[in-house]
Every structure is written in structure tokens, then in C-alpha cells.
């Protein structure tokens, strides 16, 4: 089993930044993929940016302004946002791959006002 919680969400102006932090609890071995996700108002959810064991992936919209991390441990990942947009208004989700299963988080929301 793995716990993911999200935190670091918050109101912010266009133009602004916030970093969003996703704190793993229970056993890490095993883990193939973390993620970010976001589902805004009537939409789908969409693929963020991930960290496989094959680098960092970004989707095309925040390429250049969104970057993924991860520390030492690897029990903690960022998602360090800047210039951010109204478009970027969203829950934010942390997602993880672990032998074969998936786990979520219960989200962050991000609301960035113009």
C-alpha cells in the first residue's frame, strides 16, 4: 500500500508560482512511476509531468514552465510551477505506479486568477 497527500495548493495571480509537494507514505520499493495530474472544471484528467526511471516527462502546455522533482529519498516529489495561467486553474493529483497497481492522492486545488 501507498499513501500519497498533496499539499501546496493555493490562490494565485497570473504570472505567479507555486510549488506543489507530494508526500509517499508505505513501502517505495517497487515504484515504477510518480505523476502529477489535473482535472479542471467539465474536463477530463490530464497527464502533468512524471518521473519514470527514464527521465522527466512534461506535458507540451507547461514544458519550460513546470518542473518535476524528486528528493533524496524519493518519499517526496515537487512540481515546481511558474508563470502560471488561469488555464492552469485545476485539482491537482499525485499519482503513483507501484508493482502493477496505481494509487492517487486526494488532490491540491490550484486557482490562478487573471
Known amino acids: 500500500q501507498v499513501q500519497l497527500v498533496e499539499s501546496g495548493g493555493g490562490l494565485v495571480q497570473a504570472g505567479g508560482s507555486l510549488r506543489l509537494s507530494c508526500t509517499t507514505s508505505g513501502s517505495i520499493t517497487g515504484v515504477s512511476v510518480v505523476g502529477w495530474y489535473r482535472q479542471a472544471p467539465d474536463k477530463q484528467r490530464e497527464f502533468v509531468a512524471s518521473?519514470?526511471?527514464?527521465?522527466?516527462q512534461y506535458t507540451e502546455s507547461v514544458k519550460g514552465r513546470f518542473t518535476m522533482s524528486a528528493d533524496s529519498a524519493g518519499d517526496t516529489v515537487y512540481l515546481q510551477m511558474n508563470k502560471l495561467t488561469p488555464e492552469d486553474t485545476a485539482v491537482y493529483y499525485c499519482?503513483?505506479?507501484?508493482?502493477?497497481?496505481?494509487?492517487w492522492g486526494q488532490g491540491t486545488q490550484v486557482t490562478v486568477s487573471s
Open positions: 499519482r503513483v505506479e507501484k508493482d502493477g497497481w496505481e494509487y
Open positions: 518521473i519514470t526511471g527514464t527521465g522527466t
